[in-house]
């Protein structure tokens, strides 16, 4: 199948060049001839010397641009480029005076070999065509070294974005299992439920996790287990206050990317404060954006909880490969709360 793709490919491109070198013919023959109004005597010519500008054309545009401008050695350009263009004339006047301008040619001019007017005439007239091919194949390597750097960036967007969702799921997990473990030593008849909410978010986490966006509701279902995990962890210690308002229905969003906010609230927050910790979190969804409000008690003695950790740092990472310039994200401290405030505008919606 390759093979015959680049065959295909290759004919194509044989293709192109013939029609080019079609119309390069047609084109100076029918324009000298209108202006000589000897249109026999210019397709003639054009054709003693259509071989010259053929090989005078691939010589620049397949030796000399690839080895000298494309590899950055410009003086070595500049000059070649100088010397293939003058022999180019000085071959170009030597075809036309052996067979046009010689004793009886076509023109029949009493012409000398080296004449300095015409070859410079010659060069002029005839030089813009290597430099439209020139032109061509640059534009052309443009082009592919554009779409070459984009995909790069592309593939390394996305190796980062899994590394970034990778950081995520040990994170999770160890915090999770600390809270599973705390709960068996104690033999609590809460570690069933624990292994089983876990179950489920384990599933979600390992078959979810990858894509690029899934359904909002499904991450509001995530953020759910993961509250009700925290809530058996910390029983009635803990002042947990959740609001969840609009329809996250027929709505997309990163997978993941709202536990780091919640993660964060119990980690700094609510773990360290061993007095009175609360926790209050908000989430707001309308067809524009979603707005995500969290506010925990911190204890400034203990921890400076201005400082983001590890998850809040990822998900600025991610918000910024995915959803750059679509996303508010503040955080602030005052009076023993710490807050977080998110927004994400444009939430894509099922077609």
């Given amino acids: 199948m390759n093979n015959t793709i680049r065959k295909s490919v290759s004919s194509t491109r044989i293709l192109y060049h013939i029609l080019f070198w079609i119309g390069v013919y047609l084109f100076y023959s029918l324009t000298y001839g209108s202006y000589t109004g000897n249109y026999y005597q210019e397709f003639l010519s054009s054709l003693y010397i259509l071989p010259v500008r053929i090989a005078a054309t691939y010589v620049f545009i397949y030796y000399i641009i690839p080895c000298f401008l494309f590899e950055k050695k410009y003086i070595g350009f500049v000059i070649l480029a100088l010397v293939h263009a003058i022999l180019f004339g000085i071959t170009l006047w030597i075809v036309l005076w052996l067979f046009v301008y010689c004793p009886g040619c076509i023109y029949e001019a009493d012409y000398p070999l080296f004449y300095l007017p015409k070859i410079f005439n010659l060069i002029i007239s005839n030089y813009e065509i290597p430099a439209v091919a020139a032109v061509i194949i640059i534009t052309r390597r443009w082009y592919t070294d554009q779409q070459v750097a984009r995909e790069l960036e592309k593939e390394k967007l996305e190796a980062e974005l899994k590394y970034l969702k990778s950081q995520i799921n040990p994170h999770f997990l160890f915090n999770t299992l600390n809270n599973l473990y705390s709960l068996t030593l104690k033999k609590s008849e809460k570690a069933p439920d624990v292994v089983l909410k876990l179950s489920g978010m384990l599933d979600y986490m390992l078959y979810h996790s990858n894509e690029n966006e899934v359904r909002l509701i499904e991450e509001i279902d995530f953020i759910r287990a993961k509250l009700e995990l925290e809530k058996i962890r910390y029983g009635r210690r803990l002042k947990l206050k959740t609001e969840i308002v609009g329809d996250p229905e027929n709505k997309y969003i990163a997978p993941l990317l709202l536990l780091p906010f919640i993660e964060n609230c ?84 099922n077609s």
């Fill in 266 to 349: 119990f980690k700094h927050g609510a773990s360290k404060d061993e007095q009175n910790p609360y926790i209050n979190i908000s989430i707001r969804i309308t067809d524009n954006y979603l707005l995500l409000n969290v506010i925990n008690s911190y204890s400034e003695r203990l921890e400076d909880a201005s400082s983001e950790g590890i998850g809040l740092q990822n998900v600025r990472r991610r918000l910024e490969i995915q959803y750059k310039d679509r996303y508010e994200l503040n955080t602030s401290k005052h009076d023993n709360m710490y807050e977080v405030s998110f927004r994400l505008n444009w939430l894509k919606k």
